[in-house]
């Protein structure tokens, strides 16, 4: 997550300023303060570009998963806490996330009109767009008010409760003093891990060298699929992990904790 320190020298040569919250891989959320800082910073860049009659810098405000915060973290809305970034930005909202709609690639924006005019024209001549039927239903859906929070209360309680069981046991692993550790679940389905396992020995001698290697060996006998975070930009040797609860069960959840504490706990 990029904060408005690191945006602030690259801020007067930029057209557009892509943001994701909460954020795809890690599971975690802007905090008011900085998010504000951004935002106040972007609309103090447009008075002046206005000034100089340039084209305006524009947000690209990806938030498809805001519903799935948990605990005492919550999602801000932008204009919220910088009104006057109303006519900069651009919100990406969609339901394959937070209504576990994955195949249902059915997305919307909403911005400031001479922008949402030429995207309106683009996908015009595009060709290529959810179904009619889709939308329509998924209209009807958000329409019922009622139906949607009941959903919501389920499905936040199953993931919240999923992520709790790998950090729970990522934090037991911890206490025996491994180098180990977890971001407190935030939001989204993400939970960021660090299994800084690197040159640990398994069972048969064979040493853990790489990132890779731990990712194999997590596989292979803790059966549990992580992503490191160097395919999302990461240092290559960034003992960081996401860990999805997107596909499991609670009881699946309990046991791939177990199989995980058991798998590192074997390494020398």
Known sequence: M?????????????????????????????SKEELKKILDMIVAENKVREKENRKPLYVF???VYWILVYGETKHYNPIELTPGIRDYIVFIDGI???FAATGVRLGWAF????????????LAHIGAWSPRPEQTATGRFLNRTEDVDKFF?????????????????????????????????????????????????????KVLKDV????????????IAVVPFYAFGAD????????????CSMEEAKVAAIMLKDAIEKLK
């Open 111 to 122: 911005g400031p009109k001479p922008l949402i005019a030429k995207i309106s024209a683009m």
């Open 2 to 30: 990029a904060t408005a320190e690191e945006i602030k020298p690259h801020i007067k040569d930029a057209a557009l300023i892509a943001m994701n919250s909460p954020l795809n891989p890690a599971g975690t959320v802007y």
């Open 212 to 223: 890779d290697d731990v990712l194999a060996y997590i596989l292979e006998e803790g059966k």
């Open 96 to 98: 394959s996330k937070c």
């Open 153 to 205: 209360d389920k499905f936040k309680k199953e993931i919240f409760g999923r992520m709790n069981i790998f950090y729970d046991g990522v934090m037991e692993i911890k206490k025996l003093g491994y180098d180990v550790d977890a971001i407190y679940p935030q939001a989204a389905m993400y939970l960021t891990v660090k299994l800084n396992l690197i040159g640990k020995k398994t069972e048969d001698g």
């Open 236 to 247: 290559p040797k960034s003992p960081w992990f996401r860990l999805s609860v997107g596909t």
């Open 61 to 63: 405000y990806d938030m």
